[in-house]
């Protein structure tokens, strides 16, 4: 189950792109990030919009807002599988046959070559998130090899288990927002692997069978290449996901096994490593050379850095910076 950060009242407010009283300002910027559409206000001389938005590789992360009543139809997009999770009131989404009432803690997925018809107001905000599909395609395939060239297609509307996608979304922007400006590639592919999970597990779709039905089990030979490979990785910067597809294996097959084997998670073995190896350098460095924890942290995947020095604690009973300052002593 994944935890409910505090709520952002503006999210994403760092990366903000626009904020206007224009309307045709508003629909040229949204169509330069998702796709091309038609905006009704209910008045243009009290039209106020703000768009806020980050790059996390190849996902867009939006947040849109709107200060008046509008009604917005866009056109279908063909690579792309979108998700709305709006923040305050609710929003009316019509899609095909598919007519949605979406308010908060919810979610509304727009699968790809899928028109809508969006309605709300006033005050309408929403976090809009845009998954490349061939993104979705790869990571279905590496959670199931065994699938092949299966390529699962989304259903509109209402997800499955509409709380696990908002969470993700609204985790995942919680992040975003709480760590530096330019994050670290291994923290940006960790937050663009938990919202594919999300939508892969949260929604329906045509691969959600073959996704929910039992691993095959995985030979000890693969989990101790698995291992292997992990403490090999410099920094630890390797996926669990890469991991599974280097031995061949689903990602629920490498967890079982690694739970068999080692009695950790893959990821809570990767996590161990990764710490192992920032206490080392934090013991091996020297602080007048500007080596810092923060440095030290984001470059082994920490993006959360509270979240971070705690499980430093719990593992090596004193903080990091302690770690650090016990470096210096020892030179001096």
Known sequence: MIAQPTRIAEPLRRYRVLHTHDPDEMCREVASQLSAHQLEVASRREFVATVNHVQLGATALMY???????????DPLEDHVVLMVPIAQPIRV????????SGPEAAVVVPRRCATRIAGGPEIGSLVVRLGAGDLARHFRRLVPQAGNLTP???????LNPALIAGAVHAVCHAVDLGQRDLPAPVVRELHRQLLTALLFGCRHSGLERLLSPPPIASRAKISRAVE????????DISVEAVAEQVGLSVRALQEGFRRDTGLSPRAYLKRVRLQRIR????????????TVTDLAL???????????????EAFGESPSVSLGRSASVRG
Not at 94 to 101: A, C, G, P
Not at 153 to 159: A, I, K, L, S, Y
Not at 280 to 291: E, F, K, N, R, Y
Not at 299 to 313: K, S
């Open 94 to 101: 019509e899609m095909k046959d598919h007519v949605t009432q």
């Open 299 to 313: 470059a082994h995947g920490f993006g959360h850095l509270g979240r971070f020095a705690v499980e430093y604690r």
């Open 280 to 291: 080392a350098a934090l013991l091996g460095s020297d602080p007048s050379d500007g080596t």
């Open 64 to 74: 849109v807002a709107y200060g008046t009543p509008v009604r917005v139809t866009t």
């Open 229 to 236: 490979l992990i403490e090999d990785a410099p920094h630890g």
């Open 153 to 159: 297609v989304f259903e509109p509307g209402r997800p």
